[in-house]
């Protein structure tokens, strides 16, 4: 049966089995937070649904539990860091902490974080720097089985490679811009495949590089052994964006690009690029506020098209599913559950309520 769950048991239930797969119970609370907040905020695709992966990285020797990052160089405002494999959620963190510190004392600091394990939501790390009041701008790529055709192109060739860009605003909640290049989430596949759903036309293609909009094509190897692909957004401008952020997370950060055959490895590698900028060492911090704050009021003064009730800002939809889903709990299909309990049980431990 699906469940909903509390999200205070779920974080305790995921971080069990971490411990278990040898997380120390700092890491493997750490992770478990940054899991249930990406379901809290409504990315299921981020969430404890990437439980069972994990685990079967550790057991690869993919993904090293209790793994730090690493600062290969200091340069003022210039810093290169490697995650050595660690869990992105705590190496991830650990980087945005050294590259926030340095931009709150010299006014700014673009990083690179190259071989960290799965990230997660990029959006984190925005929110991050925008709590210290700090623009960030993140550019990703992904090292795992290529699930992203190229524009005109009839199979995957990169991963789903996120950009995200955080704006703190003066007495109000930060923009948070934060997607996947692709024009969904491969997250969200896995998700609308375990709940039976069929996904919008001009999402994916097959195998054969034919429109479909059936998610198993990217989630299960098909008949002839090959999976279908993802479509970018945007048609050409998100193929260029996709493309622009394996050649600044992978090729820039040293954490490599993808360009070989797809292989079935669990793990899942991201490389990132980082701008970090403290507006009130520009001297135009008045005006910054002044006009960031006229101009979203300007957005918000729009009247709704049809069907819609108001005009939104990038994190807005995130804030209220947090909200909805605190109170509510967090919902959990067949499938999805089902894989959390066998992961668990790969790790002896036994997941239940």
């Known amino acids: 049966m699906p469940k909903t769950l509390?999200?205070?048991?779920?974080?305790?239930?995921?971080?069990?089995?971490?411990?278990?797969?040898?997380?120390?119970?700092?890491e493997a609370e750490q992770?478990?937070?940054?899991?249930?907040?990406?379901?809290?905020?409504?990315?299921?695709?981020?969430?404890?649904?990437?439980?069972?992966?994990?685990v079967d990285a550790v057991a690869e020797g993919g993904l090293v539990p209790n793994a730090a990052v690493k600062l290969n160089l200091d340069?003022?405002?210039?810093?290169?860091?490697?995650?050595?494999?660690?869990?992105?959620?705590?190496?991830?963190?650990?980087?945005?902490?050294?590259?926030?510190?340095?931009?709150?004392?010299?006014?700014?600091c673009i990083f690179t974080l190259a071989h960290a394990h799965h990230l997660g939501r990029i959006g984190h790390f925005a929110e991050?720097?925008?709590?210290?009041?700090?623009?960030?701008?993140?550019?990703?790529?992904?090292?795992?089985?290529?699930?992203?055709?190229a524009w005109d192109g009839g199979d995957g060739r990169f991963g789903t490679n996120p950009c995200c860009i955080g704006v703190p605003l003066a007495g109000a909640e930060p923009f948070i811009l934060d997607f996947a290049t692709s024009r969904v989430a491969q997250?969200?596949?896995?998700?609308?495949?375990?709940?039976?759903?069929?996904?919008?036309e001009g999402t994916l293609i097959d195998e054969h590089g034919r429109p479909t909009t059936d998610p198993g094509v990217?989630?299960?190897?098909?008949?002839?052994?090959?999976?279908g692909a993802l479509m970018t957004f945007g048609e050409h401008k998100g193929y260029g964006m996709a493309v622009a952020c394996e050649l600044l997370g992978g090729a820039l950060t040293g954490g490599g690009t993808w360009h070989r055959p797809a292989?079935?490895?669990?793990?899942v590698f991201n490389g990132m690029l980082t701008v970090l900028i403290d507006p009130a060492r520009l001297g135009t911090q008045a005006d910054f506020e002044a006009e960031a704050t006229a101009f979203v009021d300007w957005l918000k003064q729009s009247p709704p098209r049809a069907g819609a009730e108001r005009v939104q800002i990038a994190g807005e939809p995130e804030r209220r599913a947090r909200a909805a889903r605190e109170r509510e709990g967090i919902w959990l299909d067949d499938a999805t559950w089902a894989e959390i309990v066998a992961?668990?049980?790969k790790v002896g431990v036994a997941v239940g309520l």
């Open 6 to 26: 509390a999200a205070p048991v779920l974080r305790a239930q995921v971080a069990h089995i971490l411990i278990a797969a040898g997380s120390a119970p700092a």
């Open 75 to 108: 340069a003022g405002s210039l810093m290169a860091m490697d995650g050595q494999r660690g869990y992105g959620q705590v190496v991830g963190v650990q980087a945005m902490a050294l590259g926030i510190a340095r931009a709150r004392e010299v006014g700014s």
């Open 128 to 149: 991050l720097a925008v709590a210290q009041g700090l623009v960030s701008l993140h550019f990703v790529n992904v090292l795992s089985r290529p699930v992203v055709a």
């Open 263 to 267: 292989d079935a490895q669990r793990s």
């Open 343 to 345: 992961a668990g049980a």
């Open 31 to 54: 992770v478990a937070d940054n899991l249930v907040l990406a379901n809290l905020s409504g990315h299921d695709s981020h969430g404890v649904g990437m439980v069972p992966r994990y």
């Open 218 to 227: 990217v989630v299960v190897p098909q008949s002839n052994g090959l999976f």
């Open 187 to 200: 997250g969200k596949m896995r998700v609308a495949y375990n709940k039976g759903e069929q996904v919008p």
